[in-house]
């Protein structure tokens, strides 16, 4: 299923495509040269001084099922019910400190961010799919995991290949067919004052 | 001047190809449609609840030279020197509280992250280059522009044509020659478990 934004004037394809769907493809495994791509479009996301803050834990269901199990226990009920066909779970983490000074970073979480999305775009073009998800239990995870306190949980994401939208029931199966949509641009982008509307 | 990323694997030539260089063509102009067409692709990016927390101020200095002499004043001598030829300045901001019920968002810097580096990937598909700074008075900028104390700003990110880096000189020269350069794979990204190397 493809769900391509709407624009004004067309963006680049893998930006316009990249959409947070649920029916994944169980059967269909995500390569290790895969996950690697997905890696190095994080790497090469900008950062404040160069820091790098992101910390990513990834499980491979294929490669290790149980390993896998324990990050989709730290999921929530309501996102299992589709994230349990997704091959491969990602939990993205934001140091709060600075590599060169351990002084409080406040562009972790920012730059993560920005890391974080450079990996669902690469999955875009390799045609996975992706869905970052605030709804999971971080302290469970922290324990399961041995997450330092100084990194901050900020994403469960899972990537693997789109299915069919009937592989889906319930509410995940109908807010997998509504429109995508967004906030008009002038709420959001402004013309040299704030509030003040680009268009 | 291409520096692409250096990676284990291919990856999509925007995100290789993105990069935060410094010598800019001060008579180039990004086009009214250009800058449209960065922030759709900063609009369309996910986010926690759809809450789109994201705001960015932009100033053109083909549209209106004294408002971006204003924001231009914000940025920090250093990072002068090179902005000063960045015919358009954008200042992302994010929001702390969530939309739907006014409660602290833990995820308003992350989620705008991931607006502002789709901003950087859509310019590089269109042969534009962009730098995000940390180096802005950000006080300064919340005075001049009216930015309520409910947002926080992240970046000022320049957007222009590059030029020859011989346009530029002394330390802005020495870094745009330098080579760019991330940490390894296996320090940022885990199997399974924190600090178990990727790869």
Redesign the interface.
């Known amino acids: 299923m493809q769900k391509p ?1 709407t ?6 394809d ?3 495509n ?1 959409w ?1 769907g649920r029916a994944y493809d169980a059967d269909k495994a995500v390569s290790n ?1 895969q ?3 997905l ?8 950062s ?3 820091d ?1 803050p ?6 491979d269901k294929n490669q ?1 099922a149980a ?1 896998w199990q324990k ?1 989709f226990d730290c999921i929530v009920p309501g996102n299992q019910t589709w994230a349990k066909d997704a091959p491969v779970l990602v939990l993205v983490c ?1 140091d709060t400190q600075f590599n060169h000074n351990q002084k409080p970073n ?2 972790g ?6 890391a ?3 990996l ?3 999955a875009t ?1 390799l045609g996975l799919m992706t869905h ?1 998800m ?1 709804g999971y239990d971080g302290d469970k995870a922290r324990t399961a ?4 306190e100084q990194y ?1 949980t ?2 469960m994401l899972s990537v693997g290949y789109a299915a069919d939208v009937d592989t889906l029931e319930g509410e995940a199966k109908e807010r997998e067919m509504s429109p ?4 008009p ?1 002038g709420e ?7 509030n003040q509307p ?2």
């Open positions: 934004a624009t004004q004037v067309p963006i680049h893998i930006i316009a990249r947070s040269d996950i690697i791509s890696l190095e479009a994080a790497r090469w996301a900008p404040c001084f160069g790098q992101w910390r990513f834990l990834v499980w290790d390993a990050a934001a406040r562009w979480a920012y730059d993560t961010g920005a974080a999305v450079s669902c775009l690469q073009s970052q605030g995991f041995n997450i330092p901050q900020m994403s995508r949509q967004r906030r641009l959001l982008f402004f013309n040299g004052e704030w680009i268009i």
